[in-house]
């Protein structure tokens, strides 16, 4: 049982899906795992580490792949790296197949079964396995630091003999994981802290970490969730009445997070230009929506944006800004997942298909698109 670890091919990717820690566990069960030389580099992690676990370093990506029973990568593969895989191989990642579907196909074409990590179900036993979860988490956090280094004041009340400075004010948009998490962290930093998000259940969390929660309060607001916990599209007329209830609080704030995303959707639009111009100076915005089209008007993928006088920062793969903390935790999702699909006795990748962790994850299989949601319709019918 071979298990790779390549190096991440995507220029923005700073994360590796394995760890020193993980490699250990893979091999306590049978493996023998081959990381790609570098791979960990940006995490931290140098080739030395692999091999003191147990790994074997392979020169490039196509010794690294060849004959492998399982890939292990942070996105999903390229082409070049699916010609080096074998057909049959897993390969488990976060896969981002909306939009992209064309790429799906390949690897349904390369013969390899594809594993999407995003699509993990939120029950009690796949909590450890929850990339999105464990990657918002750090990308809320991390988006509050990035606000700070922006903002040209500081961030807590500062009383001193020569005067007071007053504490920050930081609005998050969103009271998911990155968002609460963007909440605990801003009050840790001693800013005044103010939350919207559109799921009922969000207030109580908000109120819990000490910010103030800012959200029209009707009938559709009670009955905005999916029974997964994901926000429901709200009607447009819903969208208008928060829209000026937010355009009025928007104008007070100095620092203000998005976070909204739907699952599968383009990300909805949270703040106008007209909102932007009514920000006072020097205001900072961070989009972390900013890879699916941004919740910020004006916000642009991978850069620092001056719209109104206001900066909106949209740095990509936000998580990947602190890749050490956040490969950490990732691979630790990937071998959890993993280890599930794993025969003890045999020490061998034997994956129940049956089993509803794999059966939600898997997009490709025996040269097929089997992911209901992208597989052609008699496929999707085929396998239900």
């Known amino acids: 049982m071979k298990i790779a670890v390549p190096r991440e091919s995507d220029a923005v990717e700073t994360r ?20 790609e030389q570098n791979a960990g580099d940006t995490s931290r992690i140098p080739d030395a ?14 010794t690294t792949l060849k004959d492998a029973d399982v890939v292990l990568k942070v996105r999903r593969p390229n082409a070049d ?13 976060t896969m981002d197949p909306h939009g992209n579907e064309g790429d799906v196909e390949a690897m349904a074409k390369a013969g390899v079964a594809a594993f999407a990590m995003e699509f993990m179900p939120r ?36 009383m001193t003999a020569a005067g007071t400075v007053p504490a920050a004010r930081v609005f998050v948009m969103g009271a998911g994981v990155a968002g609460l998490q963007a909440i605990a962290t801003a009050r840790r930093l001693g800013a005044v802290v103010t939350a919207t998000d559109v799921r009922p259940a969000s207030k109580e969390q908000v109120e819990s970490l000490g910010a103030k929660f800012v959200a029209v309060e009707d009938e559709e607001f009670k009955q905005a969730e999916t029974a997964g916990g994901y926000a429901k599209q709200m009607s447009e007329e819903y969208q208008q009445k928060q829209a000026d209830l937010v355009a009025s609080h928007i104008a007070k704030q100095d620092i203000v997070i998005t976070t909204a995303l739907i699952p599968g959707r383009p990300a909805p639009r949270l703040v106008t230009k007209e909102m932007l111009s009514a920000m006072k100076p020097g205001s900072v915005l961070v989009d972390l929506a900013v890879e699916r089209g941004g919740n910020v008007e004006g916000a642009e993928p991978g850069k620092v944006a001056t719209v109104s006088g206001a900066k909106i920062v949209g740095h990509l793969n936000m998580a990947g800004r602190i890749p050490a903390s956040a490969s950490l935790l990732y691979a630790k999702n990937l071998f959890s997942f ?19 962790l794999v059966k939600a994850t898997v997009l490709t299989r025996d040269g097929k698109v089997v992911h209901p949601a992208f597989a052609p319709a008699e496929a999707s019918e085929g396998a239900a």
């Open 123 to 158: 029950i009690t036993r796949a909590q450890v396995m929850d990339v999105l979860s464990s990657q918002a988490n750090l990308a809320g956090y991390q988006a509050v630091i990035e606000a700070a280094a922006e903002y040209d004041r500081a961030m807590p009340m500062m």
């Open 49 to 62: 580490d692999y091999e003191a676990a147990g790994a074997t370093i392979a020169t490039d990506a196509a």
């Open 81 to 93: 790296e699916l010609k080096s895989m074998k057909s049959g191989a897993l390969v488990i990642a």
């Open 338 to 356: 993993l280890e599930t699909m794993i025969d003890k006795e045999t020490k061998s990748v034997q994956p129940n298909w049956d089993d509803e």
């Open 16 to 35: 590796v899906s394995a760890t020193p820690d993980t490699v250990k566990k893979l091999i306590a069960l049978g493996a023998t795992v081959s990381v």
